[in-house]
């Protein structure tokens, strides 16, 4: 087997974040669960977006921040992602290109345009998201290229892409490729919600496709309906290895019959939990491409997730590498 050309590569939604300061009133206004994801129409994203006060647009999408975490650490990220032949599309692609990320998939000439997702970040952290698919929501099985998922040390599937078939089928295609190259699979839980509407699908990929899970605790809690110790001793028995946060609590990493706990780190002043996730997985996943302990991968993750949540935005604006070297965690 030859050695990977990447690191992480991500499939998942390509989407472009419009990010904006509310205060519970205005949550509470607009009819939505504060904390929560909803998935809207186009009508919908037309009035949010007219009640949101200034607003900041950062390309996003959960896998692909998490790959830009993994180009912040200096490591070697790609995505698959599907976007339309619009100016969200471009803005797209060229933010994601601009970090050293390989990006090829080819714009969508047909179909919805490019996702938006509109974030509300109240004053104690928690975001709000309203999120209209789009073109994302069509990914199928002819943009998976097998090309750069045989390169790729790990190849990271987003959970919040799962709701359509064509999206289940291409994901059980990168996965296939993924493993007949000898490499490994990743899987992000995603959300409680979408736990909820996919459970049996995704324990059916734990069990047959996949080497890495990552969720956080409500989402083990979901897919096994049980208690968060019982989820630990459940993912232990289907999941070669699985990493799961736990907010202010640090995470806990199951392989096995080993269980590491690792410790969240201490920060200044909580911003914006948008991306605590994503960058947690960034660091969690370079590290198994680099081979390091499983103390280590978690600290890197906890690392990049504090970074994250000090600012507003899912992507990092200091390079992690520093701050990993800073901490003795260089890679």
Known sequence: MTAPRYDVLGIGNAIVDILAHADDSLISRLGLAKGHMQLIDADEVARLYAAMGPAVEISGGSAANTIAGVASFGGRGAFIGRVSDDDFGKVFRHDIRSIGVAFDSTFALTGAPTARSLILVTPDGQRTMSTFLGAAAELGTGEIDAEPIEAAAITYLEGYLFDRPEAKAAFRKAAGIARASGRRVALSLSDGFCVERHRADFLDLIRNQVDIVL?????????????????????AAEAPLAAITRSEEGSVIVSGSEIVEVPAESIGTLVDTTGAGDLYAAGFLLGQARGLTLAACGALGSMAAAEVIQHLGARPEMPLSGLAKARGLGI
């Open 215 to 235: 969720a956080n605790r409500q989402e083990l809690e979901a897919l096994y309906q049980v208690s968060f110790d019982e989820g630990c001793r459940r993912i």
